[in-house]
Structures are given as C-alpha cells and as structure tokens.
C-alpha cells in the first residue's frame, strides 16, 4: 500500500521524494487499511490516505501530537 499510495503522490499529485518525510500503513478496524503521510516541509501534522475501488484519496489530517484545536494549518491539504 505504501507504494500505491506513493505512486499517487509522485504521478499524480507532482511530489518527488524530497517531498516526503515519511509513509506508513496500518490496519485498523473494519478492516480498514490506512496510510499515513508526513511532509517534509510540514513535519507536525499527519495526511491520511485510503484506497477503495482502486481510487486512492485522502481522507482527514491531524497533529503529529495531540488534537487539531480548529486552527491548524496543513499546507498539502487536498479537496
């Protein structure tokens, strides 16, 4: 999964690998099956991927530590 949802992130979102920190997957509940991006350039917060019919998106953002009070700024937040 982390090489899909890396593919995603270099072919069709134009980041490289200087771009990215780190990518990890978990298997949660559900099954649910998650990938977590962390940025170089945004190193407190944490970008949440998923995959579902062959669509890969991502699905929330948090802190790296503690909770989003409603004031945080993540710069690769997508639509």
């Known amino acids: ?23 990890y997957t978990q298997v949660g509940k559900a099954p649910l099956v ?10 407190d917060n944490r970008y949440f991927y998923r995959k579902e019919k062959e669509r890969i998106y991502q699905y929330s953002m948090a802190p790296v530590q503690g909770v989003d009070d409603g004031h945080q700024q993540y710069k690769h937040k997508e639509n």
């Open 1 to 23: 999964m982390n090489q899909e949802i890396q593919s995603y992130l270099f072919n069709q979102r134009g980041y490289t690998k200087i771009d990215i920190n780190k990518i």
């Open 34 to 43: 998650s990938t977590t991006v962390i940025f170089n350039d945004d190193k």
